[in-house]
């Protein structure tokens, strides 16, 4: 949410034009659904007769990173190409002469905003726009489908650049160890969001939907990404970029009711405000008796403003007593998950209700969890298993020279897409601080050397014409209908891509002028 303080607001309307999502809009243009944020902006923001608000709300502005060394021009490896990753790049190419090199393993670039943002939140997957306008810049470089570990090592990447910048991301699931979890008919959010959105690893995950209640464990944005999915009409899925696969499962879906199962109570609920309104005003959600009394119980001591505004929003959903109509959200509160029922498949799943020697079982015929993300060590460098990140000081990994984390490698998961900006920013003014101080050695390697070694080791190498060649087919297969229609295997990617035109002699020639 954001709030423009109409004291010091000057009415030029930069903002609006300039929000890559276009998230900014007048108040007098609202939608029916986003009415409910003015009054709740107003309630935040209380009264102040004429002051300006206590600057702690308002996010640091920092200056672009001045590059002050002479000599060859700062060379980074930007190891990832999601929010962070691009982020990142933006932030080094403020500065004439960077050379930016982005790897990815995928053929495809923008991670979780490509394979992780539910297909209906077409207006968050926007920002990809932005993106695009970023790969443009001169100094900025693909390397698509070519995997940093497997065709190229950090060592590699040291030799041919002052700096790795790791924004990998979080891509594994925490995962919640109880008995059944092993069960046919389990599985984890994260990974049903991947196989909603494509995600070319994904493609043949086992999705059973023809039972008529899923559990879903944990109640953060994810699990409700995955919730309003499975109860979306699929009419109005087909209208955006969801998998042709999830598509055609979720026609045949039996599914009647998403019960989403937090192990605390309401005051404690994981999802954001927002998340929850855009929940509410598209679709059903429903609470029962009990959870019903939990909320007017936590209204009545809660003080933190935001919290109450959620939990308002909770005192006025339906009852779940109510026959069940259409698909259907239910929010359940205290329940701890204790073990998944079942002998071939799952059956359903038993709780301990929280803080009582009480169990309660729910029957499902899925049983999801979503439980957060979890990082995954990174070779040659160091991890914290624990909180499943890079070690580092302000984005500089420890014990190292020349090695960099931003995003949720760095800080954990969470936070949203802007939130690896100001993170990409901080890792990127040490980087460039640390490149000033003359920490960075230089590459031993001339800038050409890298496009034969990585050719050499991964032919099948995609640039940012192949990528461009398979955003324009997936574009066109969408037809009039759809934003796109994605290729969800690795094989079709790829002879997209080499059917991109190539570069002609006199591009190939002011590229290699360049590169020297
Ligand atoms: P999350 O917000 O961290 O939520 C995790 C949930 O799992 C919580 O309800 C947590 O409950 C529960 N949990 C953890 N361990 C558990 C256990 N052992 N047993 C039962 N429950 C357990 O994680 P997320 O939903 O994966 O989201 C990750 C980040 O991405 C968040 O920052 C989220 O806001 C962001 N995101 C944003 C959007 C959006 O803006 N539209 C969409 C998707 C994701 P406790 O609180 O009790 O630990």
Redesign the pocket.
């Known amino acids: 949410m954001l709030y423009i303080d109409p004291d010091a607001c000057v009415d030029c309307g930069a903002c609006v034009s300039a929000c890559p999502v276009g998230a900014i809009g007048p108040d007098t243009r609202l939608e029916p659904k986003q009415l409910p944020f003015i009054e709740l902006n107003a309630a935040f923001y209380p009264k102040r007769e004429g002051k300006l608000p206590p600057t702690s709300k308002l996010a640091p502005v920092i200056a672009a990173p001045k590059i002050e060394r002479r000599g060859g021009p700062l060379t980074v490896a930007i190891v990832g190409s999601g929010p962070a990753a691009m982020y990142a790049a933006d932030e080094l190419l403020t500065q004439r002469g960077v050379r930016v090199n982005v790897f990815e393993k995928l053929p495809t670039p923008y991670g979780l905003v490509r394979a992780?943002?539910?297909p209906d939140?077409q207006s968050?997957k926007r920002v990809t726009r932005l993106f695009d306008r970023m790969t443009q810049q001169r100094g900025f470089r693909f390397f698509l489908n070519v995997e940093v570990g497997k065709h190229v090592t950090h060592a590699d990447l040291l030799e041919h650049h002052h700096a790795v910048l790791y924004a990998v991301g979080a891509p594994n699931d925490?995962r919640?160890d109880i008995d059944g979890m092993d069960l046919p008919g389990t599985g984890t959010?994260?990974e049903m969001v991947a196989w909603i959105n494509g995600h070319p690893e994904f493609t043949e995950l086992p999705v059973d939907l023809s039972h008529e209640r899923v559990v879903i464990?944990?109640?953060?944005?994810?699990?409700?990404?995955v919730a309003r999915v499975l109860t979306t009409d699929p009419d109005a899925l087909a209208r955006t970029d969801i998998s042709d696969h999830a598509l055609a499962a979720l026609r045949a879906s039996r599914v009647q009711e998403v019960v989403v199962a937090?192990?605390?109570g309401p005051a404690?609920?994981?999802?954001?405000l927002?998340?929850l309104i855009g929940l509410t005003s598209t679709g059903e959600v429903v609470l029962d008796a009990t959870d019903h009394a939990r909320v007017v119980a936590d209204l009545a001591s809660e003080t933190d403003p935001l919290t109450r505004n959620k939990l308002e929003v909770l005192a006025k959903l339906g009852d779940a007593a109510a026959p069940i109509t259409r698909p259907r959200i239910r929010l359940a509160y205290h329940l701890?998950?204790q073990r998944v029922l079942g002998v071939d498949r799952v059956t359903g799943i038993e709780f301990g209700v929280t803080g009582t020697d009480e169990t309660r079982t729910l029957d499902a015929g899925l049983v999801l969890t979503?439980?957060?993300?979890r990082g995954k060590a990174i070779a040659d460098l160091p991890f914290d298993d624990d909180a499943s990140v890079v070690p580092n000081d302000g984005g500089r990994v420890r014990g190292t020279t020349g090695a960099y984390v931003a995003g949720w490698i760095k800080r954990g998961?969470?936070?949203?897409i802007g939130t690896n900006k100001s993170c990409a920013g901080e890792t990127v003014h040490n980087l460039v601080a640390d490149y000033n101080a003359g920490k960075l050695a230089d590459p031993v390697r001339k800038p050409a050397d890298l496009e034969k070694l990585v050719r050499s080791r991964q032919p099948e190498v995609v640039d940012a014409a192949g990528w461009q060649a398979i955003d324009a087919a997936e574009i066109a297969r969408g037809g009039e209908d759809r934003p796109r229609d994605k290729f969800a295997t690795v094989a079709e990617m790829l002879s997209v891509a080499a059917a991109a035109p190539k570069p002609t002699v006199r591009q190939r020639l002011l590229a290699s002028l360049h590169a020297h």
């Open positions: 992780g943002v539910a939140h968050t925490r919640l959010a994260t464990v944990g109640n953060g944005n994810v699990a409700f990404d937090a192990r605390r404690a609920s994981a999802f954001t927002p998340e701890t998950p979503s439980i957060g993300y998961p969470t936070g949203f």
